[in-house]
């Protein structure tokens, strides 16, 4: 099992639609979660630190975490072109060290 | 200059070339990594200097060797590569508090694009 495990997509949506990209990961332990945006050719950014069991929003932007299920999720509101990215999320694990997942392609079309 | 610049941003080089990355963070954090990131494949965690001290290699062949002269500054330096480690090279930095402590975020530096021919 990977440590940190994405659908690769492409994942599909368009132009105004809610898009959710899915996360799970394996240590239990976990603490810290992060969800990265990136560009083609570009390096990640970040979009949504997530700490605590529930729901995080900012701007268009909702974080979920869900430690019992080993989930954590980023729903995008009315999505936009600009936003057609790969969204990497990212576990610490006990070991104190960042595990990426493969990321999920997203395409928003207008 | 802000966040983490990484120079240069694109470099081709052969197989008994010899070459170094640079990586400078101007966040005043303590943690800096080095990531290597080839196509389709996650981001490969390959370094962690912590207060310069390395913590972390993740397996790294010796052919990648780094180096971390103050809390600021990283280096990879390059010998003898492979074709199959052509990839973007990533450094990054972050605040670490200590164990205990949840991980802070890390801010990517704009990558090193690199081609070993």
């Known amino acids: 099992q990977k440590e940190v495990e994405q659908n690769s997509g492409p994942l599909s949506v368009p132009e105004g639609a809610i898009a959710s990209l899915n996360c799970t990961y394996s240590?239990?332990?976990?603490?810290?979660f992060f969800w990265y945006r990136q560009y083609s050719g570009k390096s990640p950014e970040l979009i949504m630190s997530?700490?605590?069991?529930g729901d995080k929003e900012d701007g268009r932007f909702t974080a979920q975490l869900n430690k019992a299920s080993q989930y954590v999720s980023l729903l995008i509101r009315d999505s936009q072109p600009s936003d057609s990215a790969t969204y990497l999320c990212?576990?610490?694990?006990?070991?104190?060290?960042?595990?990426f997942g493969q990321g999920t392609e997203l395409s928003v079309k207008p | 200059e802000t966040g983490v610049t990484q120079t240069p941003r694109h470099l081709v080089m052969g197989m008994t070339n010899k070459k170094s990355l640079k990586c400078e963070q101007h966040?005043?954090?303590?943690?800096m990594y080095w990531y290597k990131q080839s196509a389709k494949k996650p981001l490969e965690l390959m370094f962690v200097?912590?207060?310069?001290?390395?913590?972390e290699n993740n397996s790294v062949p010796s052919r990648f060797s780094p180096e971390c002269p103050n809390s600021s500054h990283l280096f990879l330096h390059l010998h003898t590569l492979q074709p199959e480690d052509s990839a973007l090279y990533l450094c990054?930095?972050?605040?670490?508090?200590?164990?205990?402590?949840?991980?802070?975020?890390?801010?990517f530096g704009p990558g090193t694009r690199l081609l070993v021919l």
């Open positions: 990054a930095s972050s605040q670490d508090h200590g164990s205990g402590f949840p991980q802070e975020t890390q801010y």
């Open positions: 240590d239990r332990g976990s603490q810290s």
């Open positions: 997530i700490y605590s069991n």
């Open positions: 990212a576990v610490n694990n006990q070991g104190g060290k960042l595990i």
């Open positions: 966040l005043g954090h303590n943690a």
């Open positions: 200097y912590n207060f310069k001290e390395q913590t």
